[in-house]
């Protein structure tokens, strides 16, 4: 298959934020004249505001017929009205390409996008040449809710996919792009089969998710749950998620992120980073992850960081607590030599520094012996790491590892603690 995606550099759950480095677009969005329905056709009657249904503005909601222009004209005539007007993709299966969702919505507080029934990602890769599927962009007060679905169709493109092996390598498409959003809620939403990540954050703020599933096979490649990278406010809450990759990874220069109430598994479990892999990057600060299940997961919570960082960073004040472990490989662990391909320079140790962070409250089983492992960089050892009331176990008794750490211990913990 040709595959019409430009060649980029591409790593294990890091996410490349496409044109909005500085949360600006690159492109002139004109929002001034009334939406279109396919086949230009004029904007229905009495959609100047209040709710567009996608039906009104062309759309088949067959499976087969390419409803992608109907639905971005039904959005742009919500965006171009007033007040708090409604997208409704009411029951019915809607297959489309690339839709965008752009704003700003000058004269609208709030804007709901209501999807009832499911949207399906056509399996043409040509299609995508911005490497996403369903963006939204710089939208203030976006809802997304209704409880349907939004399926990638992945099985389809995951052969494609080479990232895991190979650092250059054509990305495939996001199933869903939030960038540069602020006051966002997503609620009861599903996303299957993502071909690439289901959900991208970047250069959000105030961002809420609760009540999502979100599916794919353990072994599709880099189907990450959700990827947040320089955002802040951001909390995703009661969710069940399991995929082939991360169930949720939190890259660099993110800020007050709260996790809670996660079910995650299959997967590789919940992720700090990779971080490190880029210059400039920014620091990860205040992380909450608390109230979570894994279960058959290959890691739990994780802090992972790549050796040979060009530049130095830090991720501080993070707190994991009150998570059980179910038949999970690694359930705790910090990896500062983080490489997922066959091999990686290694001369010189990762630059990124890890200060202050608390893993409370954590128990279950492991299915790896080493059930703590607390790997810091030689170069800049992980400071003040607090291990409280820790109880995991493994059939044949768990143990912890740790180098270049300065760790402490309180209560029980189980595995007993690693001399350093």
């Given at each position: 298959?040709?595959?019409?995606?430009?060649?980029?550099?591409?790593?294990?759950?890091?996410?490349?934020?496409?044109?909005?480095?500085?949360?600006?677009?690159?492109?002139?969005?004109?929002?001034?004249?009334?939406?279109?329905?396919?086949?230009?056709?004029?904007?229905?009657?009495?959609?100047g505001t209040g709710t567009f249904n996608?039906?009104?503005?062309?759309?088949?909601g067959d499976g087969t017929s390419d409803?992608?222009?109907?639905?971005?004209?039904?959005?742009?005539?919500?965006?171009?009205?007033?007040?708090?007007?409604?997208?409704?993709?009411?029951?019915?299966?809607?297959?489309?390409?690339?839709?965008?969702?752009?704003?700003?919505?000058?004269?609208?507080?709030?804007?709901?996008?209501?999807?009832?029934?499911?949207?399906?990602?056509?399996?043409?890769?040509?299609?995508?040449?911005?490497?996403?599927?369903?963006?939204?962009?710089?939208?203030?007060?976006?809802?997304?809710?209704?409880?349907?679905?939004?399926?990638?169709?992945?099985?389809?493109?995951?052969?494609?996919?080479?990232?895991?092996?190979?650092?250059?390598?054509?990305?495939?498409?996001?199933?869903?792009?939030?960038?540069?959003?602020?006051?966002?809620?997503?609620?009861?939403?599903?996303?299957?089969?993502?071909?690439?990540?289901?959900?991208?954050?970047?250069?959000?703020?105030?961002?809420?998710?609760?009540?999502?599933?979100?599916?794919?096979?353990?072994?599709?490649?880099?189907?990450?749950?959700?990827?947040?990278?320089?955002?802040?406010?951001?909390?995703?809450?009661?969710?069940?998620?399991?995929?082939?990759?991360?169930?949720?990874?939190?890259?660099?220069?993110?800020?007050?992120?709260?996790?809670?109430?996660?079910?995650?598994?299959?997967?590789?479990?919940?992720?700090?980073?990779?971080?490190?892999?880029?210059?400039?990057?920014?620091?990860?600060?205040?992380?909450?992850?608390?109230?979570?299940?894994?279960?058959?997961?290959?890691?739990?919570?994780?802090?992972?960081?790549?050796?040979?960082?060009?530049?130095?960073?830090?991720?501080?004040?993070?707190?994991?607590?009150?998570?059980?472990?179910?038949?999970?490989?690694?359930?705790?662990?910090?990896?500062?030599?983080?490489?997922?391909?066959?091999?990686?320079?290694?001369?010189?140790?990762?630059?990124?520094?890890?200060?202050?962070?608390?893993?409370?409250?954590?128990?279950?089983?492991?299915?790896?012996?080493?059930?703590?492992?607390?790997?810091?960089?030689?170069?800049?050892?992980?400071?003040?790491?607090?291990?409280?009331?820790?109880?995991?176990?493994?059939?044949?008794?768990?143990?912890?590892?740790?180098?270049?750490?300065?760790?402490?211990?309180?209560?029980?913990?189980?595995?007993?603690?690693?001399?350093?």
């Open positions: 298959m040709k595959v019409g995606i430009f060649f980029i550099i591409c790593f294990n759950a890091i996410f490349i934020g496409g044109n909005s480095q500085n949360s600006t677009r690159s492109t002139t969005q004109d929002n001034s004249t009334g939406g279109t329905p396919a086949g230009g056709a004029a904007t229905p009657a009495g959609s996608v039906k009104d503005f062309g759309t088949k409803d992608s222009k109907a639905i971005q004209a039904a959005w742009q005539a919500a965006c171009n009205s007033t007040g708090s007007p409604k997208v409704v993709i009411p029951t019915g299966t809607y297959l489309t390409g690339p839709v965008q969702f752009f704003g700003p919505c000058k004269g609208v507080t709030t804007i709901t996008v209501q999807l009832e029934g499911t949207l399906k990602a056509s399996t043409n890769l040509e299609q995508y040449e911005n490497h996403d599927w369903i963006q939204f962009s710089w939208v203030n007060g976006l809802i997304l809710t209704g409880g349907g679905t939004f399926d990638g169709q992945g099985a389809v493109a995951w052969p494609y996919n080479k990232c895991p092996a190979n650092k250059k390598c054509n990305v495939l498409p996001t199933s869903l792009k939030f960038n540069a959003m602020n006051g966002t809620i997503v609620s009861g939403i599903t996303s299957l089969n993502s071909k690439f990540f289901h959900y991208g954050l970047i250069d959000c703020q105030n961002f809420n998710a609760s009540g999502l599933h979100i599916t794919a096979p353990e072994d599709s490649p880099n189907t990450d749950g959700m990827h947040i990278e320089r955002s802040s406010g951001v909390t995703i809450a009661d969710s069940t998620i399991g995929t082939g990759d991360d169930c949720i990874s939190i890259g660099h220069s993110n800020s007050h992120v709260t996790i809670t109430g996660i079910n995650c598994g299959p997967g590789h479990g919940i992720s700090v980073g990779s971080l490190g892999k880029y210059q400039n990057e920014g620091d990860v600060n205040g992380l909450i992850v608390r109230n979570c299940t894994m279960t058959g997961t290959q890691n739990g919570v994780r802090i992972k960081t790549w050796e040979n960082s060009p530049g130095a960073s830090a991720a501080t004040n993070m707190t994991f607590e009150d998570i059980v472990m179910n038949n999970v490989g690694n359930p705790i662990i910090i990896d500062q030599t983080y490489c997922p391909f066959a091999s990686c320079e290694g001369n010189a140790p990762s630059q990124v520094k890890l200060q202050d962070i608390s893993f409370k409250n954590i128990r279950g089983t492991s299915s790896t012996p080493v059930a703590v492992t607390l790997e810091c960089s030689q170069g800049i050892p992980c400071q003040n790491v607090i291990l409280e009331d820790i109880n995991l176990q493994h059939s044949a008794g768990a143990t912890a590892t740790c180098q270049n750490v300065q760790a402490k211990y309180l209560g029980t913990v189980v595995p007993p603690p690693c001399k350093v």
